[in-house]
């Protein structure tokens, strides 16, 4: 398409060459102009289309992992041979880190949290990088024990006890709502059962449930 174009253009300059009325030599020059623009423009697509695509960087998930705390920071310690320093990225944020590292015999690994257990200091969390082990050093903000890596919403002993109660409560509600008057009566004997079994003291569940 591009070389018909350019032998568009070339007749084009030829006419305009040959043009004595100043209107008629304007028309050819902008219709030169015009296509001597998409030329290009058809081109620079040819030349894009060209570029080899960037492949997309395939990782490892690790999985050979310990950590330990102590007042001040969470260290993860990652078991991998072969890693070098300048093959190592990672990102911190309040909440989160991100820890990539490239090359190692082959292979690409990544590990990441998207929601620590508690919330961190990112400018001062660091990677520190030895020949058979990566270190993830995450500053907490607070100094407060970790129980876990990942966030966890803490529930009161209460709450725990109080939640298959309440789905229990809930299924039996379905099933005395849609059941017949044999269903409904037996529903509601086995919940006078189930209260009656609290000991004198203990917070027992509503007495009128359905």
Known sequence: MAADLRA??????FLHSQAR???????????IQ???????????RSNLAKVPAVS???YETLSNLTWEQDSE?????????GVQE??????????????????????????SISKVHK????????????????????RKLEEEDWKDLHFKEDKSEEESKREPMDRLLEMMRHMYDDGDDEMKKT????????????????????????
Request: charged letters at 35%.
């Open 56 to 58: 997309e960087v395939k």
């Open 86 to 111: 300048d093959k190592v990225e990672a990102k911190f944020g309040e909440w989160s880190f991100d820890l990539k590292i490239h090359d190692v015999g082959g292979k690409n690994y990544r590990y």
């Open 187 to 210: 529903i509601s004997d086995a919940w006078t059962t189930y209260r009656s079994s609290f000991k004198p003291g203990q917070k027992k569940p509503p007495a009128k449930a359905f």
């Open 119 to 138: 919330e961190m200091d990112p400018d001062a969390c660091k990677v520190l990088v030895k020949p058979s082990r990566v270190t993830i050093s995450l």
């Open 8 to 13: 568009d253009v070339a007749e084009l300059k």
């Open 73 to 81: 920071r969470v260290k993860i310690y990652v078991s991998l041979e």
């Open 21 to 31: 009325r100043p209107h008629v030599k304007v028309f050819f020059a902008a219709q």
């Open 34 to 44: 015009n296509l001597e623009k998409l030329i290009a423009d058809i081109e620079l």
